[in-house]
């Protein structure tokens, strides 16, 4: 017969750091970004500082696992739809969905903003968020290359890095949702590497 009763002593350590996740998020969506205290974070969770700081030495690091659950997205999850333009619309729909949840434009500046006085905590950005965006963006360009699409020295790092910082830009620094800016992004990109 199976024993119900939970655990006595310390809780095992996935179940730990989904409390703080847990207590992260929810203080992220009452209090945003810039109003989320690691003591507060702990306070919440019911852990000491020290636990929490042993295990995510600063908020951004803390946030962006709460946020975006840490798992990095590969180009090989992207369903290839047979054209250049198919997969970009796929691919900037996603980014625009994930742009449009509440808070994100201000979760995602608070980081950057941080990260300007701690050059430790852009690089983990740069390795943890930015990269997988610009790995997928590559696997779009490096297919339509194979297809024929675009040329065969086209630099698609370049383009993906044009493509990243144009959705970046229109969400985060002009705050804009233009109808028909995907589409247009997508064409232009094209045109680009013609």
């Not at 949840?101 to 050059?119: F, K, N």
């Not at 905590?121 to 968020?129: D, G, Y």
């Amino acid at each position: 017969m199976p024993n119900d009763t939970p655990p006595r002593g310390r809780p095992r350590i996935a179940e730990l750091d989904e409390r703080i996740l847990d207590a992260t998020r929810a203080l992220l969506a009452e209090h945003g970004y810039l109003g989320l205290s690691m003591e507060a974070v702990a306070k919440r969770a019911g852990v000491g500082k020290q636990t929490l700081y042993r295990r995510w030495p600063r908020r951004p690091l803390l946030v962006y696992q709460a946020y975006f659950g840490g798992a990095a997205r590969t180009g090989a999850e992207l369903p290839d739809t047979g054209t250049l333009a198919g997969d970009l619309q796929l691919a900037t729909a996603y980014q625009d969905h994930v742009f449009k949840q509440p808070g994100t434009v201000e979760l995602i500046s608070g980081m950057v903003a941080d990260c300007l006085v701690e050059p430790d905590l852009m690089a983990a950005l740069r390795e943890n968020m930015m990269r997988p965006d610009l790995e997928v963006a590559a696997v779009i360009f490096a297919r339509a290359v194979s297809r024929g699409e675009l040329p065969g020295d086209t630099d698609i790092h370049a383009m993906a890095e044009i493509m990243a910082g144009a959705m970046f830009a229109h969400h985060v620094l002009y705050g804009e949702d233009r109808p028909g800016f995907r589409q247009a992004l997508a064409t232009t990109l094209a045109k680009l590497a013609d």
